[in-house]
Protein backbone atom coordinates (compact mmCIF):
# COMPACT_ATOMS: atom_id res chain seq x y z
CA UNK A 1 0.00 0.00 0.00
CA UNK A 2 1.38 3.46 -0.79
CA UNK A 3 1.86 5.77 2.09
CA UNK A 4 -1.17 8.10 0.49
CA UNK A 5 -3.31 5.47 0.27
CA UNK A 6 -2.40 4.31 3.64
CA UNK A 7 -3.33 8.03 5.18
CA UNK A 8 -6.12 7.73 2.91
CA UNK A 9 -7.52 4.76 4.71
CA UNK A 10 -6.83 5.92 8.11
CA UNK A 11 -8.49 9.23 8.03
CA UNK A 12 -11.41 7.65 5.85
CA UNK A 13 -11.76 4.37 8.64
CA UNK A 14 -10.62 5.62 12.08
CA UNK A 15 -10.20 9.55 12.09
CA UNK A 16 -13.22 11.19 10.43
CA UNK A 17 -15.66 8.77 11.37
CA UNK A 18 -14.80 10.06 15.18
CA UNK A 19 -13.02 13.34 14.93
CA UNK A 20 -14.73 14.57 11.45
CA UNK A 21 -17.42 16.98 12.88
CA UNK A 22 -15.14 18.35 15.88
CA UNK A 23 -13.91 21.76 15.65
CA UNK A 24 -9.66 21.45 15.28
CA UNK A 25 -9.28 23.81 18.17
CA UNK A 26 -11.48 21.21 20.56
CA UNK A 27 -9.34 18.25 20.10
CA UNK A 28 -7.29 17.47 23.13
CA UNK A 29 -4.68 15.06 23.30
CA UNK A 30 -6.82 13.17 26.34
CA UNK A 31 -9.73 12.62 23.30
CA UNK A 32 -7.55 11.53 20.96
CA UNK A 33 -5.14 9.05 23.36
CA UNK A 34 -8.98 7.84 24.15
CA UNK A 35 -9.60 7.21 20.81
CA UNK A 36 -6.53 4.74 20.19
CA UNK A 37 -7.29 2.89 22.72
CA UNK A 38 -10.50 2.24 22.18
CA UNK A 39 -9.19 1.12 18.88
CA UNK A 40 -7.54 -1.61 20.87
CA UNK A 41 -10.30 -2.26 22.84
CA UNK A 42 -12.15 -2.91 19.44
CA UNK A 43 -9.47 -5.46 18.74
CA UNK A 44 -7.50 -3.43 16.29
CA UNK A 45 -3.34 -3.78 16.88
CA UNK A 46 -1.32 -1.42 18.50
CA UNK A 47 0.63 -0.27 15.38
CA UNK A 48 -2.83 0.67 14.26
CA UNK A 49 -3.57 2.99 16.32
CA UNK A 50 -0.68 4.24 16.41
CA UNK A 51 -0.72 4.59 13.01
CA UNK A 52 -3.96 6.38 13.01
CA UNK A 53 -2.62 8.96 16.06
CA UNK A 54 0.70 9.59 13.45
CA UNK A 55 -1.56 10.25 10.77
CA UNK A 56 -3.67 12.54 12.62
CA UNK A 57 -0.59 14.31 14.09
CA UNK A 58 1.01 15.06 10.54
CA UNK A 59 -2.31 16.82 9.66
CA UNK A 60 -2.49 18.77 12.74
CA UNK A 61 1.08 19.86 12.53
CA UNK A 62 0.00 21.54 9.12
CA UNK A 63 -2.62 23.52 10.97
CA UNK A 64 -0.34 24.90 13.87
CA UNK A 65 0.00 28.44 13.74
CA UNK A 66 -2.42 29.08 10.87
CA UNK A 67 -5.49 26.94 13.12
CA UNK A 68 -4.85 26.12 16.14
CA UNK A 69 -2.09 27.08 18.97
CA UNK A 70 -0.28 23.54 19.14
CA UNK A 71 -0.46 20.14 18.02
CA UNK A 72 -2.84 18.25 20.51
CA UNK A 73 -2.40 14.83 18.52
CA UNK A 74 1.67 15.32 19.08
CA UNK A 75 3.11 12.73 21.93
CA UNK A 76 5.18 14.13 24.57
CA UNK A 77 8.31 13.07 24.17
CA UNK A 78 9.80 14.64 27.06
CA UNK A 79 9.52 11.92 30.29
CA UNK A 80 10.62 13.10 33.79
CA UNK A 81 12.58 15.89 34.50
CA UNK A 82 15.63 17.10 32.13
CA UNK A 83 19.16 17.55 33.88
CA UNK A 84 21.54 19.63 32.52
CA UNK A 85 24.69 17.55 31.12
CA UNK A 86 27.16 17.59 34.07
CA UNK A 87 25.00 17.69 36.60
CA UNK A 88 23.98 15.34 38.82
CA UNK A 89 20.40 15.78 39.16
CA UNK A 90 20.07 17.04 42.72
CA UNK A 91 18.46 20.60 43.32
CA UNK A 92 19.41 22.18 46.23
CA UNK A 93 16.75 24.61 48.07
Known sequence: ???????????????LPRF??????????????????GLMTGGYAR????NARGALSVALADAVRRYIPLNPAAKNKA???????????????
Do not use: C, W
Open 20 to 37: GDDPLISLTNEEIAKAGK
Open 47 to 50: KTAS
Open 1 to 15: MLALDSYRYLFEVFI
Open 79 to 93: RGVRVAAGSSGSRRR
